[in-house]
């Protein structure tokens, strides 16, 4: 597994937006699945989003696609969570993760295993008050 950086966070108000950043670095260039996970306070880690590289397809947890974007810019080597209309019960702190996954393996199912594994890279805090 690998441990990455993510950074971005902050503290907002209910509606407000961030926008997470998670440097790839080259050596990692054959990661086909990359993620964003998030412990709440005195909670597990949970999966937030994911993309895979192949085909650019992506998966949400619950209700945060509409809210939630997961992209990468390959030219950068960054990840990205753009994440709108934030509410209280978003406040986290985010971890980006990624792995070389057997595509036959969907990226609901790698976050729901890859979330659980641990280890965890650097994290970034989000804060949203109401």
């Known amino acids: 597994q690998v441990e990455l950086v993510a950074s971005g966070g902050g503290s907002v108000q209910a509606g407000g937006s961030l926008r997470l950043s998670c440097a790839t670095p080259?050596?990692?260039?054959?990661?086909?699945?990359w993620g964003w996970f998030r412990q709440p306070p005195g909670k597990e880690h949970e999966g937030v989003a994911a993309?895979?590289?192949?085909?650019?397809?992506?998966y949400f947890v619950d209700n945060r696609k509409g809210r939630f974007t997961i992209s990468r810019d390959d030219k950068k080597r960054m990840l990205y969570l753009q994440m709108d209309n934030l509410q209280p019960d978003d406040s986290a702190v985010y971890y980006c993760?990624?792995?070389?996954?057997?595509?036959?393996?969907?990226?609901?199912?790698?976050?729901?295993?890859?979330?659980?594994?641990?280890?965890w890279g650097q994290g970034t805090q989000v804060t949203v008050s109401s």
């Open positions: 080259t050596h990692l260039r054959h990661k086909n699945y």
């Open positions: 993760a990624a792995d070389e996954v057997v595509e036959s393996v969907s990226l609901e199912a790698w976050l729901e295993g890859r979330k659980v594994e641990g280890s």
């Open positions: 993309i895979e590289t192949t085909g650019g397809n992506t």
